[in-house]
């Protein structure tokens, strides 16, 4: 499917202004959902403040949060044989996107931290593609602040280690993170693969929808394991206390070498910033969530 310059920097301008302004409806009712079943008086009025501040943003049309994040696409379809004129638009989309919406402009050159202040640069936006058996196009912007990605963490496991050992670092690090990155919130899990690889996993496991699970039990059951201890750490609402510092965890997985264990995680801040379009084969365009 070919798809013009013009529409697709259309897209991808609405998409970020959505992604930064209207949290999606998962993220919405978990937070709810926390709010409320959280006994604690102090955590309670912190998780009030975090829906007040969703409605505000969509009833005044301005971002959730000043950190607009770095920006990153997810272009999922069968095939996408003008990819280098689709990189060009969703580059362009970002720039306009940055003035319109408007957007922080947070990307940075990392050695000379020259600001282009447009949120384009070397390989950022940061676009990916994931190839599916689908007859249409689906694209997700996705925003990600720097207070939850600079919790990020790798570890090689001690292959021996196993389970435990996974269970064990994934807890150590959502304790090592503690408020800074503005719980409640979602744990991206990548385990298996390459270093490279187990990183991606991590993102990509954030796109899914909060509540949903891996389709192997075994991984499933280890998500639904680690939601109940993160929880049980009573690090709480912005790390004042409370029932609820975390609203899900999410893991994929990639075969690795019998030798290595590697594990990634990518931490999202409860304001769990995405959406997504899909386009169509008649050409038609629908924002979904």
Known sequence: MRISQKILEEIGVELLRRAAIIL??????????????????????????????????????????QDTGIVSFYIKAKEIPNFDELEEALRKATAE???????RPNAVHPI??????????????????????????????????????????????????????????????????????????????????TVDLTFKLAKLALLRPIGSRNPEKEVADLEEELFKLINQTGIGAMGLGGKTTCLDVKIEYAHCHTASLPVGINIQCWADRKAKARINSDGSVEYLG
């Not at 409320?36 to 102090?42: G, V």
């Not at 009025?45 to 969509?58: P, Q, T, V, W």
């Not at 996107?97 to 957007?103: D, R, S």
């Not at 912007?141 to 996974?166: C, D, H, Q, R, Y």
């Open 97 to 103: 996107a940055t003035k319109k919406v408007p957007l």
């Open 112 to 193: 000379t931290r020259k600001n282009p202040g447009t949120n384009v640069g070397e390989h950022i936006p940061n676009i990916n593609w994931l190839p599916a058996n689908i007859d249409h196009v689906e694209i997700t912007a996705f925003i990600k602040g720097a207070g939850s990605e600079n919790m990020s963490a790798l570890e090689m496991v001690t292959p021996g280690l196993g389970v435990k050992g996974i269970k064990k670092f994934v807890l150590d690090t959502v304790v090592k993170a503690g408020a800074q990155p503005c719980p409640p919130i979602i744990v991206g899990v990548g385990v298996g693969g």
């Open 24 to 65: 999606p409806k998962d993220v919405r009712e978990a937070l709810k959902s926390a709010y409320e079943n959280e006994t604690s008086a102090i955590a309670k009025i912190e998780l009030k403040n975090m829906l007040d501040n969703i409605e505000s943003a969509e009833k005044l049309s301005k971002p959730i949060c």
